[in-house]
């Protein structure tokens, strides 16, 4: 299919059914984000895993930081004067540096200002002409490292994927905003096409902010790896999803964005408790990835499967609507923590 430069084409929009107002927190306007979708083509017959979120996020790294890493350096980012502005360091490692938030207390690293969406389709086998799309969520400031992250994707494409190092080539960018995606690069142009991406937390509501109140359906599409009171959560309830939601919008929010959306947490975690679950169709999956950094095999883990909910979620929409874009949990920089809404009509 071939498309004009700034043509645009339908995505998928996540309706919201009108009923009762949603609570937006002071700040939503300003929580920036950007959604880009990637799309590739295989140029010879490759195999993957099932979960392609390690392939995906090694190579991307691999990539980023031969293009963004200077010469001569030690490769410790967190000794490096110029970790700020490196792609790399930034969007790969993200380091805890001297003046972020006293959020990160106790973090040996940062979250990261990345969400990779790898391809979620379970085929393994590709053949010459397959297509694959993947996605990746920058937020605040991290958009800068919009041309980097392109030019790293076409780096990794060129050397290959998988054990066979299958070629691929990345033909098309496109931004998602909204209920649609606005081409902004294709294979062989030297420059961003000007359309405008960046999207705010509030425009993931309807314009009405409106929502129904009843039901809830939460299902888990990639592994959620949460930690509470230290341990991994081997089941989850509606109060232990909000509680890592917030903090981990809070926690971006104030790293990379201007950390102006205010919210009392303590007062939403207190009435998430009159959530009730309705119905429980969880698992445990594992995964292993090989981390080069630590030279070890690591067991990624995580609940999958969906979780139907009852009570008021008015005051909550705003976060989990937000939560969709952010994932929630671990290795979110993998693509884990994936989760989708849906209301008790269908929507």
Not at 222 to 239: E, Y
Not at 256 to 268: E, V
Request: one cysteine or more; glycine letters at 10%; proline letters at 4%.
């Amino acid at each position: 299919m071939s498309l004009s430069p700034h043509e645009v084409i339908p995505c998928p929009s996540i309706p919201i059914r009108k009923s009762r107002a949603v609570a937006v927190p002071e700040g939503f306007d300003h929580f920036t984000f950007g959604r880009l979708r990637f799309e590739f083509l295989a140029r010879e017959e490759f195999s993957l895993p099932r979960y392609k979120g390690s392939v995906f996020r090694a190579g991307l790294g691999a990539a980023l930081r031969q293009i963004a890493c200077s010469p001569g350096r030690n490769g410790q980012c967190g000794a490096c004067l110029l970790a700020g502005e490196c792609a790399y360091a930034r969007l790969i490692e993200t380091p805890v540096r001297p003046g972020d938030s006293g959020l990160t207390a106790g973090m040996a690293d940062a979250p990261h200002p990345m969400v990779l969406r790898p391809p979620l389709s379970s085929n393994q086998h590709y053949k010459t002409g397959d297509s694959l799309v993947a996605e990746v969520i920058l937020i605040g400031d991290a958009m800068r490292f919009t041309p980097q992250l392109i030019c790293a994707f076409h780096d990794f494409s060129r050397a290959g994927i998988g054990n066979s190092r299958g070629k691929f080539s990345l033909e098309r960018v496109f931004a998602v905003t909204g209920g649609a995606c606005k081409s902004i690069y294709a294979c062989g142009d030297s420059a961003l096409k000007d359309v405008s991406w960046a999207m705010k937390a509030a425009d993931l509501l309807s314009k009405d902010n409106k929502i129904d109140a009843g039901r809830l359906t939460v299902t888990l599409e990639t592994p959620l790896r949460a930690k509470l009171h230290g341990s991994l959560c081997d089941t989850l309830n509606f109060q232990s999803l909000m509680k890592s939601i917030l903090r981990r919008i809070r926690v971006l929010d104030s790293l990379y964005c201007d950390g102006t959306m205010a919210f009392d947490h303590r007062k939403l975690i207190a009435l998430s408790a009159h959530v009730e679950t309705i119905a429980e169709n969880i698992w445990w999956v594992d995964w292993t990835r090989y981390s080069h950094r630590q030279k070890a095999s690591l067991k990624m883990g995580g609940l999958i499967g969906n979780l139907e909910f009852q009570g008021e979620f008015s005051e909550f929409m705003a976060f989990l609507r937000l939560g969709e874009i952010l994932h929630v949990g671990k290795g979110t920089a993998y693509g884990m923590g994936k989760y989708s809404l849906r209301t008790v009509d269908g929507s």
